[in-house]
């Protein structure tokens, strides 16, 4: 029970129509998330941590996890924050997502690239691509909000973002409702890539705004195993704990 908190969320909802640049966390006045709630927010350090857990979720959990990376010809990858259920980090990505305020993930994605550019995480990636919404889902939401996690990145690494080469196929069910097997079934052959040869040798990002089962990702990056020579790095702004 926390009344409290309730109590804020909705006056955070309220004042959010007079005044639209509050704090999505507390709904203090700022122009977007504030200092004290950016920083309360549970960092992974996953960019300087090689074998870390995201790693370890895409491998799904195989004993030799570098030879499974190179198998999937991955790099590196790192979450930027921990996801936990009821926690504020919670709150502030389902509206992201399904709340119409896609701008959570654009400063989130610029947040995250400002401190992760002193690791060398970026270095070398010569394009970021988001990991595509099916275009039904695309219209029924508006936007798709890990392009904008893309963009936020992009805004400070200067790495270009491309939506085009990459799309979803099939069009699946909330994977927060499935499980194990169906969850696999589930996203299966779900992307494709269009002309694959203007991504020949390139050193691709992939952006997602939460892995879980790492079911999803690992679907998009056997799609790009079409892209010879093409290497990739993949970065989610939440891990699942
Ligand atoms: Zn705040």
């Not at 052959?189 to 991504?199: G, S």
């Amino acid at each position: 029970m926390q009344p409290q908190n309730d109590k804020r969320m909705r006056l955070s909802s309220l004042l959010s129509i007079f005044y639209p640049s509050v704090c999505p966390m507390c709904g203090v006045y700022s122009k977007g998330l504030c200092d004290a709630c950016f920083r309360s927010l549970p960092r992974t350090e996953q960019a300087q941590i090689r074998q870390n857990e995201t790693e370890m979720v895409l491998t799904e959990n195989k004993p030799d996890i570098v030879r499974a990376m190179n198998q999937m010809r991955l790099r590196q990858a790192a979450a930027f924050l921990f996801y936990a259920k009821d926690h504020a980090i919670q709150h502030l990505i389902h509206r992201m997502k399904y709340a119409d305020e896609p701008d959570i993930g654009f400063h989130m994605g610029r947040m995250a690239a400002i401190e992760m550019q002193y690791t060398d995480f970026f270095d070398e990636i010569d394009v970021i691509i988001p990991l595509p919404l099916h275009p039904k889902r695309l219209r029924e939401r508006g936007y798709n909000q890990s392009e904008y996690i893309a963009r936020g990145i992009s805004d400070i690494t200067g790495i270009p973002v491309d939506t085009t080469h990459v799309t979803r196929i099939k069009n699946t069910p909330k994977q927060a409702l499935q499980t194990g097997e169906g969850r696999k079934q589930n996203v299966a052959d779900a992307f494709a890539v269009n002309h694959p040869e203007q991504l020949y040798n390139k050193q691709i990002m992939v952006v997602d705004d939460l892995i879980t089962t790492g079911e999803t990702m690992r679907s998009c990056l056997r799609a790009m195993r079409c892209i010879r020579g093409a290497h990739y790095t993949v970065f989610a702004l939440c891990k699942a704990k």
